[in-house]
Structure formats: structure tokens, C-alpha cells
């Protein structure tokens, strides 16, 4: 914690309440003076403090930025999240977390940008990422697990995600499309990019790549997307603050990610397919090879989507777009 955190979180967690200079340069140990400069910084950063005659200062409003002062103070985490890389733009968090893992980032490592420029889906895809509207964010994480099973991370991360907001909102329930989607009412509000560095048999290094469309309105998104896309304030019809979302999707997703790696995918792949909008569904998968037609009738240990076709025969999908047939 720096100075300036210290000071924020008497703030907010005063309630609305004043508070003198005084008294923080006497619990805080420094000199009025100091404590006027980082008053000075938390309001260029966009804090609105009132002065309340005799009484100190008050908080009105915090910027909506994704603050790593705040999100600290959010955060029950025990690894993931304590080293934030926060950017106000980037081309994609997803470069920069490659960068970090050369240069040794630890397990749970954040990577976090209001903005990007050229954000990325699977396979070069674009990720729209509109300015302060989302959480776009790269999670580096070092689990201790064979290669093949770097794609069930995905699931694992659905899974943490989903649970998040099912904890956090209450006017909607979210579904997780195979293998890398979240919907609402049948449209994407999130999508999971998970990328591996790896030698031969062990796992270096996974980047989850993590993209939830927050405070957007329907016209904020482009025209191609209006269709497809939803924001988790339209779905909940009020505006998110998302310092504290971003602390339920870290907590949730180290949670989730420990249970599997102690103890394996059962437990996850049962909230999976709880959650999941595939399952029993008819449904047309496309791969790089083919096009697959049947019903969805589940997920193997391994992550792997098996579909019955039409002549009975069950086929294990590994990666592919899924449309839902009605
Ligand atoms: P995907 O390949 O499954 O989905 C990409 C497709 O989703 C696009 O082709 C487009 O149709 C649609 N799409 C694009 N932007 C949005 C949006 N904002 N909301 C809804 N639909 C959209 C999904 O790939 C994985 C996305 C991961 C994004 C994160 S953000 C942080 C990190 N950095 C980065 O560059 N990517 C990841």
C-alpha cells in the first residue's frame, strides 16, 4: 500500500463521512502538508471531494476507472491480483502478459486496460473493446499441470466467471456457451481466450485472456454487434461499478482454478454443465476440418463437447464455433 491507498481507503470507508487533515496526517504519521499533495493527486485522478467546514473533507464520487487502489481494498485474493499492470491503452493485455511472462511474471499476475486497440478473439478475431466500458484483462497464471490441459482452463474460467456474477446480479442469469462464451438471454456479454506457453511436458505459463462487456448501451457497440452483443448493465438494467466485479471474477476464478488442479474436474465440470446453455441442445459445430450436426449430450473430463448425430454415432468436438439449431 502506498500513502495515497492509505488515505483512499480511510475515504471510502468513512461512508460518506468527513474527514480532517488532521487526523490523517496523526493515524497516518506524516505531515499536514503530505497529506494535502496525495489529496491533490486523488482528485487529479478524478476523486470529487467536498470541504466541509471544520470537519475535513468529504468523498463525493470515485472515477470510474478500474482502481488498483481500490481493487486492492476488494480484493480476499491470495495470489491472484496482488501485481496489477494496469494500462489506460494497449493494443491487447494479451501482448503484454507474453512480455511479462518473459520477464518472470508470478502465478495470478493481472494485466488491465480501460482501452484496447487491437483486441483479440480465438483464432485473430477481433475483440471489440470500447474505452472504460469493459473488463479487459489477461490473467497470468503458472498452475502446476500437464500441456493437455491447458484448453480445460477455459471451462475453469467460464465456470468462475459465471459463478461471479451469479453472486454479484441479480436480474439475470448468465450461460455459458462451449466452449468459450458467456450469454445473456441468448447474447455475448464475455469471452475467454486462454493461450499457453509451454516446453515439452510442463506448463510455463496461461494467459486468460478475459473480455465482459460492463456499462455498455446497445448502441455503444458497432452495428455488426448489436444483434450478437450485450452488457451486463443492460441485462441488469443499472449501471456497474467494476472495481468491485473485477475482485469477484479474481476471487472466484483462483478458487476454481486451485479446485482443479488439487482436485481435478469434477466438481467444475458439474457447475459446467449446470450452467451451461449447450447441453441437450441441438446444435452445428464448425471446426477447421467439418461441420458437425446433433445434439449436444456433454462435456468429457477432458473439456471435450460430445455431440450424438443423426445416426447415433457420438463425436468428440475439441475446438469449433457452435450455433444453436432450433
Ligand atoms: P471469439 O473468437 O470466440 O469471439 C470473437 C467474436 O465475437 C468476434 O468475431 C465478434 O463476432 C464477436 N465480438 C467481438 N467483440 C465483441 C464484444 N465486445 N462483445 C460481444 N461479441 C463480440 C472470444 O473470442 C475471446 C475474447 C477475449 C477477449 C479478451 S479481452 C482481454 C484479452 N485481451 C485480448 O486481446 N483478448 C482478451
Same mark, same amino acid.
Given at each position: 500500500f502506498t500513502m495515497k491507498d492509505e488515505i483512499l481507503k480511510r475515504f471510502l470507508t468513512a461512508e460518506g463521512e468527513p474527514i480532517s487533515g488532521q487526523v490523517l496526517a496523526d493515524e497516518l504519521n506524516v505531515s499536514r502538508t503530505a497529506i494535502w499533495k496525495h489529496m491533490q493527486t486523488l482528485k487529479q485522478e478524478g476523486y470529487e471531494f467536498e470541504t466541509v467546514k471544520k470537519r475535513g473533507y468529504k468523498l463525493l464520487s470515485v472515477p470510474d476507472k478500474v482502481d488498483m487502489g481500490q481493487l486492492q481494498q476488494f480484493l480476499t485474493t491470495?495470489?491472484? +491480483?496482488?501485481q496489477v499492470h494496469y494500462y489506460?491503452?494497449?493494443?491487447s493485455t494479451q501482448l503484454v502478459a507474453h512480455e511479462l511472462i518473459r520477464a518472470g511474471a508470478p502465478d495470478g499476475t493481472v494485466v488491465i486496460a480501460e482501452?484496447?486497440?487491437a483486441g483479440r478473439g480465438r483464432m485473430m478475431r477481433e475483440w471489440e473493446s470500447t474505452e472504460g466500458q469493459g473488463i479487459w484483462m489477461t490473467v497470468i497464471i503458472r498452475p502446476d499441470? &500437464?500441456?493437455? %490441459? &491447458?484448453? %480445460?482452463f477455459t471451462l475453469v474460467t467460464a465456470v468462475a466467471i459465471v459463478e461471479a456474477m451469479k453472486s454479484s446480479f441479480k436480474n439475470f442469469t448468465p450461460e455459458i456457451k462451449w466452449p468459450n462464451d458467456i450469454l445473456i438471454n441468448g447474447k455475448k456479454t464475455t469471452g475467454i481466450l486462454t493461450e499457453m506457453v509451454a516446453e515439452a511436458d510442463r506448463i510455463q505459463a496461461l494467459l486468460i485472456g478475459i473480455g465482459i462487456n460492463v456499462n455498455?448501451?446497445?448502441?455503444?457497440?458497432?452495428e455488426q454487434l448489436q444483434t450478437i452483443a450485450t452488457s451486463i448493465a443492460i441485462e441488469e438494467g443499472e449501471p456497474i461499478e467494476r472495481v468491485h466485479f473485477v475482485a469477484n471474477v479474481l476471487e472466484s476464478l483462483e478458487k476454481y482454478s486451485d479446485e482443479y488442479v488439487k482436485n481435478g474436474f469434477g466438481q467444475i465440470k458439474q457447475l459446467w454443465e449446470q450452467s451451461s +446453455?449447450?447441453? +441437450?441442445k441441438r446444435v452445428k459445430a464448425t471446426t477447421l476440418r467439418e461441420v458437425v450436426e446433433g445434439e449436444a449430450v456433454s462435456i468429457t473430463e477432458s473439456g471435450v463437447l460430445e455431440i450424438r448425430q443423426a445416426n447415433g454415432e457420438i463425436k468428440g468436438i475439441y475446438s469449433a464455433d457452435i450455433e444453436l439449431l432450433p
Open positions: 491470495e495470489r491472484y +491480483g496482488r489506460e491503452t494497449v493494443e482501452h484496447q486497440t499441470v &500437464a500441456p493437455h %490441459q &491447458a484448453p %480445460q455498455q448501451k446497445i448502441d455503444d457497440f458497432p +446453455g449447450t447441453i +441437450g
